[in-house]
């Protein structure tokens, strides 16, 4: 197993993954965490993931919050989408601000889903993690914003006043990704660019010059159409 999951071949390693789940065995557990923090390609990880979450919980829980302090990055987002697939609640206290933090993208990025979909249901906690998240809002290129946005809008309404103090941050980026993603939580059918698009100009008008400006359009496209000046 070692051996084929360390093969050339991409598909041969992704062969030995399936083969490892569909046939769950406790002593492929080293070897499938060890793995996962060297494996390049997206799917054989993804694979390797779910070959571990059929193994029992009560041997591969404790190893992935080992990980979780693991030194290398990958082995760190690994652990946390292992999680993501095991599904087990008492997993939530292992996001640690550290993790929701993480100077590596992909590491953040998938503590703030998995966070989401762990994260219990009572409102107070759920609050603390919207501020969590909140907290970095502004972060990193187009794809890190989005996925930001994504979990702060799977997380509900609770996410709504710490959104509406970020988008008074003196930060205009912070701004703009908060006026963006809570247009996008009252109307998840808006395009993250369009989203962007209209906060920035919030921001950089004011929303009192951007509801004025908007007002007039609405009166110029009304006197057109009755043919008034």
Same mark, same amino acid.
């Not at 060297?38 to 829980?61: G, K, N, Q």
């Not at 951007?210 to 006197?223: D, G, Q, V």
């Given at each position: 197993?070692?051996?084929? $999951?360390?093969?050339?071949?991409?598909?041969?390693?992704?062969?030995?993954?399936?083969?490892?789940?569909?046939?769950?065995?406790?002593?492929?557990?080293?070897?499938?965490?060890?793995?996962?923090?060297?494996?390049?390609?997206?799917?054989?990880?993804? !694979?390797?993931? &779910?070959?571990?979450?059929?193994?029992?919980?009560?041997?591969?829980?404790?190893? !992935?919050?080992?990980? $979780?302090?693991?030194?290398? @990055?990958?082995?760190?987002?690994?652990?946390?989408?292992?999680?993501?697939?095991?599904?087990?609640?008492?997993? &939530?206290?292992?996001?640690?601000?550290?993790?929701?933090?993480?100077?590596?993208?992909?590491?953040?990025?998938?503590?703030?889903?998995?966070?989401?979909?762990?994260?219990?249901?009572?409102?107070?906690?759920?609050?603390?993690? @919207?501020?969590?998240?909140?907290?970095?809002?502004?972060?990193?290129?187009?794809?890190?914003?989005?996925?930001?946005?994504?979990? $702060?809008?799977?997380?509900?309404?609770?996410?709504?006043?710490?959104?509406?103090?970020?988008?008074?941050?003196?930060?205009?980026?912070?701004?703009?990704?908060?006026?963006?993603?809570? $247009?996008?939580?009252? *109307?998840?059918?808006?395009?993250?660019?369009? @989203?962007?698009?209209?906060?920035?100009?919030?921001?950089?008008?004011?929303?009192?010059?951007?509801?004025?400006?908007?007002?007039?359009?609405?009166? *110029?496209?009304? *006197?057109?159409?009755?043919?008034?000046?």
């Amino acid at each position: 197993m070692a051996d084929a $999951l360390s093969a050339g071949d991409p598909s041969v390693r992704l062969q030995a993954a399936l083969a490892a789940g569909s046939d769950p065995h406790p002593g492929f557990l080293g070897t499938l965490v060890e793995r996962c923090a060297v494996e390049p390609d997206f799917f054989v990880r993804d !694979m390797l993931s &779910w070959a571990l979450s059929r193994l029992p919980p009560e041997i591969t829980l404790p190893r !992935m919050r080992r990980e $979780l302090d693991s030194g290398r @990055a990958q082995a760190r987002s690994q652990a946390l989408h292992t999680l993501s697939k095991i599904g087990d609640s008492s997993a &939530w206290t292992w996001i640690t601000h550290d993790l929701l933090c993480d100077a590596d993208d992909e590491v953040a990025r998938t503590a703030w889903r998995v966070a989401v979909a762990l994260v219990p249901g009572d409102e107070d906690e759920r609050k603390d993690l @919207a501020e969590e998240l909140a907290g970095q809002l502004g972060r990193g290129d187009r794809g890190v914003r989005l996925s930001l946005s994504r979990a $702060l809008v799977d997380l509900g309404d609770v996410t709504g006043p710490a959104l509406e103090k970020a988008a008074a941050s003196p930060d205009p980026e912070v701004a703009a990704h908060a006026r963006a993603t809570e $247009l996008l939580r009252r *109307n998840p059918e808006t395009g993250f660019d369009a @989203a962007v698009h209209e906060a920035r100009r919030t921001v950089a008008l004011g929303p009192e010059r951007t509801a004025a400006t908007a007002t007039e359009n609405t009166e *110029n496209t009304e *006197n057109a159409e009755t043919g008034r000046c």
